[in-house]
């Protein structure tokens, strides 16, 4: 079964950084964007940002938008979400997947969850105030 993981999540103070990462163990990314989710407690699951497969292009939700950078590294398999001046209201479940409609992600269409599959069990992230 096709499933990513997730690490590098954990508690850190407001205003403060973390990098988080997923990788797909024998399941070749090269080909699909990947977006970052996440959900918090009694929250809907929601897009974060997303990497293009084809020319690494992203997209960003507006409420992480200037403080959180995704990238891939396909050599390695692996997807990264450097989430900088983080807020309490970040506090939330972080999960990848990777999108099985489109190659290149798309305002707007690549943050909904209906396209994406491979999820993982995900990673906390707590952010103190």
């Known amino acids: 079964q096709v499933q990513f993981v997730e690490s590098g999540g954990g508690l850190v103070q407001s205003g403060g950084d973390l990098r988080v990462s997923c990788v797909v163990p024998?399941?070749?990314?090269?080909?699909?964007?990947v977006g970052w989710f996440r959900q918090g407690p009694g929250k809907e699951r929601e897009g974060v940002a997303c990497v293009s497969a084809s020319d690494g292009s992203t997209v960003y939700a507006d409420s992480v938008l200037g403080r959180f950078t995704i990238s891939r590294d396909n050599a390695k398999n692996t997807v990264y979400l450097q989430m900088n001046s983080l807020k309490p209201e970040d506090t939330a479940v972080y999960y990848c997947a990777a999108d099985l409609v489109r190659r290149r992600c798309v305002s707007g269409e690549s943050l909904r969850v209906l396209s994406y599959d491979y999820w993982g069990q995900g990673t906390q992230v707590t952010v103190s105030s």
């Open positions: 024998g399941f070749d990314l090269d080909y699909y964007a």
